[in-house]
C-alpha cells in the first residue's frame, strides 16, 4: 500500500473483477511499479524488481486476485489485490484461530490513481468479503521497519497485534480489524462497481 492520502474522488467510476491469465503482464507491471517505488524510498516490503510470474499466476488460477480496470482499459489495472484464507504460517499461529479470517495481499495501487482513496475502499470491500463468508476478521502483514504504512492501516482501523521478527523476511507486522467496512459516513458509496456489474453495497 502506497499512499497515505484518502480521497475516494474518482473522475469515472471503476470496475472490479477477478483477474484472469490475460491481465498477468499488466499485474506484473503494477507490482514492479509498486515495488520500485517503495524501495525507492528504503522500504523492503517487495523484492525491488516485483515478484515473477509464478509467484502471481496460482493467485489468478485459484481466483482470488482481483483488479481495478483503469479508466482506459488499454493502461493496465488501476489497483489490485488479492482475498484469500491462507493464513501465512510462520505469521499466524493456532491461538490466532487462522481460520477465522480472510487476508489481503498484493494490495496495489497504480501511481497515476494514487491519492483517490482507492486503497481504503479495497479494503473496506475486503471487509464485508469477510462478513460474507461468516469470518470475523480481514487480517494484513506488513513490513516490520515501515512506520508510515503501519500508521496508514491504524488509520484503516486496523490494530497492530505484534510484529514477527524473522531475519529471512522484511514483512512481519500483523494487523487486523473486524469484518465490514471501516466506518465510511452514510450515504458515500466506494468508487467502482464489483465484478458482476452491481454496486459495491455500502452497508451491512
Request: with cysteine.
Amino acid at each position: 500500500m502506497h499512499s497515505t492520502t484518502v480521497n475516494p474522488t474518482v473522475t469515472h467510476r471503476l470496475t472490479l473483477r477477478r483477474a484472469t491469465s490475460d491481465d498477468l503482464r499488466g499485474v506484473l507491471a503494477l507490482l514492479a511499479e509498486t515495488a520500485g517505488w517503495l524501495n525507492g524510498r528504503g522500504v523492503r516490503q517487495w523484492p525491488a524488481g516485483g515478484f515473477p510470474a509464478e509467484r502471481i499466476s496460482p493467485l489468478i488460477e485459484e481466483g482470488v486476485l482481483y483488479l481495478l480496470d483503469g479508466e482506459r482499459g488499454e493502461e493496465g489495472p488501476a489497483a489490485t489485490i488479492a482475498l484469500d484464507g491462507h493464513a501465512d504460517p510462520e505469521f499466524w499461529a493456532a491461538e490466532d484461530a487462522p481460520g477465522a479470517a480472510l487476508y489481503v495481499h498484493k494490495l496495489s495501487v497504480a501511481r497515476d490513481y494514487s491519492g483517490r482513496g482507492l486503497g481504503e475502499a479495497l479494503l473496506d470491500w475486503a471487509g464485508l468479503r469477510v462478513l460474507t463468508t461468516g469470518r470475523r476478521w480481514l487480517r494484513l502483514d506488513c513490513s516490520k521497519d515501515n512506520s508510515k504504512l503501519q500508521d496508514y492501516y491504524r488509520g484503516q482501523r486496523f490494530a497492530h497485534l505484534r510484529t514477527v521478527d524473522l531475519p529471512h523476511r522484511a514483512s512481519g507486522a500483523l494487523f487486523q480489524r473486524a469484518g465490514g467496512l471501516r466506518g465510511r459516513a452514510s450515504g458515500t458509496g466506494l468508487p467502482f462497481v464489483d465484478r458482476r456489474g452491481l454496486p459495491v453495497p455500502e452497508h451491512v
